[in-house]
């Protein structure tokens, strides 16, 4: 029986582990944390996202773990709407919806721990790769230990050990915004609408949404030529300066709930190769994507699914060499990489608009003062890169 291991149990690793499996395939799964409780793990969930969940009949999921649905979309320049979009966008479409990111990746876990070829090796690190002559034969733990398969899969995210023990390089692409990162108590806003704010006031500018949590989620844009220490500020007042009146009385009435900000370092960018004999990289280990509408979470399910159809045939044929499956890791990043270039420049064309609004107080003055003649405008460009970031660029169906 061939035998699979993945190196890091998140959106992908989990998911594709469970296909394999499924189809009587040994995995093993092998994850650093002790648990999923990081600090950080991304929420939302496009339709491309909850489509994937459904081919892989996961999506019944979400109803046992805490979720929200995305009512609306609304951009604030200088406390005036500049423009709102309602959810569902499509016609008779799914709604944007975040959700507890640890507690979906425990149960799908727990699916796959009822198939007796499964194994989770949790809280052991994968230091090193074994490299044979001409492929990689398996990995080795920081005990010592060293486990060997027909195939290795890194999917242990975007500061992939497992890509820089291979000598495979990521190409980073241009990002001149970190995010800082905050929790805060809805109070009396918990059952509002859960209207996803993007909100501007001079250069400042930050994001809130309710999470499936309960509590706000807010993503404060750090900008490399901003003129305060970020370590030293009063949030709280900063926050409530930036927010329209009614959040602002909100932010102060709740301030002492306010969390400490979490600074999260903004890595984009993608590998030219995805594979070399023996091992194949997936998800944010080989293109770590932009925060911009979430789509690292949606693109790993996808990236999942493609990997399944080509490998699943393969690796449940009785009597199957090693170089037959490493002819086939080429055609799942040539089934991906158009998908994932064309999100990565969607996401870069909103970056850059938001980069222009900061660095220019002449457009900022502009937007607000035009807003009801541009709004028509802005709206709809808007909507048409939202499609392809919210339904994905390429057809993927799960065919095995």
Same mark, same amino acid.
């Given at each position: 029986?061939?035998?699979?291991?993945?190196?890091?149990?998140?959106?992908?690793?989990?998911?594709?582990?469970?296909?394999?499996?499924?189809?009587?395939?040994?995995?093993?799964?092998?994850?650093?944390?002790?648990?999923? =409780?990081?600090?950080?793990?991304?929420?939302?969930?496009?339709?491309? /996202?909850?489509?994937?969940?459904?081919?892989?009949?996961?999506?019944?999921?979400?109803?046992?773990?805490?979720? =929200?649905? $995305?009512?609306?979309?609304?951009?604030?320049?200088?406390?005036?709407?500049?423009?709102?979009?309602?959810?569902?966008?499509?016609?008779? /479409?799914?709604?944007?919806?975040?959700?507890?990111?640890?507690?979906?990746?425990? !149960?799908?876990?727990?699916?796959?721990?009822?198939?007796?070829?499964?194994? %989770?090796?949790?809280?052991?690190?994968?230091?090193?790769?074994?490299?044979?002559?001409?492929?990689?034969?398996?990995?080795?733990?920081?005990?010592?230990?060293?486990?060997?398969?027909? +195939?290795?899969?890194?999917?242990?995210?975007?500061?992939?050990?497992?890509?820089?023990?291979?000598? $495979?390089?990521?190409?980073?692409?241009?990002?001149?915004?970190?995010?800082?990162?905050?929790?805060?108590?809805?109070?009396?806003?918990?059952?509002?609408?859960?209207?996803?704010?993007?909100?501007?006031?001079?250069?400042?500018?930050?994001?809130? %949404?309710?999470?499936?949590?309960?509590?706000?989620?807010?993503?404060?844009?750090?900008?490399?030529?901003?003129?305060?220490?970020?370590?030293?500020?009063?949030?709280?007042?900063?926050?409530?300066?930036?927010?329209?009146?009614?959040?602002?009385?909100? $932010?102060?009435?709740h301030g002492a709930s306010l969390t400490k900000p979490m600074h999260l370092?903004?890595?984009?960018?993608?590998?030219?190769?995805?594979?070399?004999?023996?091992?194949?990289?997936?998800?944010?280990?080989?293109?770590?994507?932009?925060?911009?509408?979430?789509? /690292?979470?949606?693109?790993?399910?996808r990236d999942a699914i493609v990997a399944a159809n080509h490998l699943i045939?393969?690796?449940?044929?009785?009597?199957?060499?090693?170089?037959?499956?490493?002819?086939?890791?080429?055609?799942?990043?040539?089934?991906?990489?158009?998908?994932?270039?064309?999100? =990565?420049?969607? =996401?870069?064309?909103?970056?850059?608009?938001?980069?222009?609004?900061?660095?220019? !107080? %002449?457009?900022?003055?502009?937007?607000?003062?035009?807003?009801?003649? $541009?709004?028509?405008?802005?709206?709809?460009?808007? +909507?048409?890169?939202?499609?392809?970031?919210?339904?994905?660029?390429?057809?993927?169906?799960?065919?095995?």
């Open positions: 029986m061939k035998q699979v291991v993945i190196v890091g149990a998140g959106p992908t690793g989990a998911t594709l582990a469970l296909l394999l499996v499924k189809w009587g395939i040994k995995v093993k799964l092998i994850e650093a944390s002790r648990d999923f =409780q990081r600090l950080f793990r991304g929420e939302g969930l496009m339709p491309s /996202g909850l489509d994937a969940l459904e081919q892989m009949g996961l999506l019944e999921l979400i109803a046992d773990i805490s979720h =929200q649905s $995305i009512d609306a979309w609304d951009f604030l320049l200088s406390g005036k709407s500049l423009f709102r979009v309602n959810e569902p966008i499509e016609k008779n /479409g799914q709604p944007c919806t975040t959700v507890s990111q640890p507690h979906l990746l425990s !149960a799908i876990i727990e699916q796959a721990q009822d198939y007796p070829q499964f194994e %989770f090796i949790q809280g052991e690190a994968v230091k090193d790769l074994v490299q044979g002559l001409k492929r990689v034969n398996g990995v080795k733990l920081a005990s010592g230990q060293e486990i060997m398969a027909d +195939l290795i899969i890194a999917a242990d995210g975007r500061n992939s050990v497992i890509r820089n023990k291979a000598g $495979i390089e990521l190409t980073k692409l241009h990002s001149s915004i970190d995010i800082l990162w905050f929790k805060l108590d809805s109070g009396a806003l918990s059952k509002s609408e859960n209207t996803f704010y993007s909100i501007i006031k001079g250069r400042d500018a930050f994001g809130l %949404f309710r999470a499936s949590s309960g509590k706000f989620h807010i993503g404060w844009g750090l900008h490399a030529d901003d003129d305060y220490d970020w370590k030293e500020t009063d949030w709280a007042q900063k926050l409530a300066e930036t927010a329209p009146p009614w959040l602002a009385k909100h $932010i102060e009435t370092s903004v890595v984009v960018g993608r590998c030219d190769r995805w594979f070399c004999p023996g091992l194949l990289l997936l998800g944010d280990a080989v293109h770590p994507m932009s925060p911009i509408r979430a789509q /690292g979470i949606n693109m790993a399910f045939p393969l690796l449940i044929q009785p009597e199957i060499n090693c170089d037959r499956i490493d002819k086939v890791l080429p055609l799942i990043q040539q089934e991906r990489e158009r998908e994932i270039i064309c999100i =990565q420049q969607l =996401q870069g064309q909103e970056m850059a608009q938001a980069e222009l609004l900061h660095k220019s !107080a %002449f457009l900022r003055w502009g937007a607000r003062t035009f807003a009801p003649i $541009i709004r028509p405008g802005i709206r709809a460009s808007w +909507l048409r890169r939202q499609r392809q970031l919210r339904q994905g660029v390429t057809k993927v169906r799960l065919s095995i």
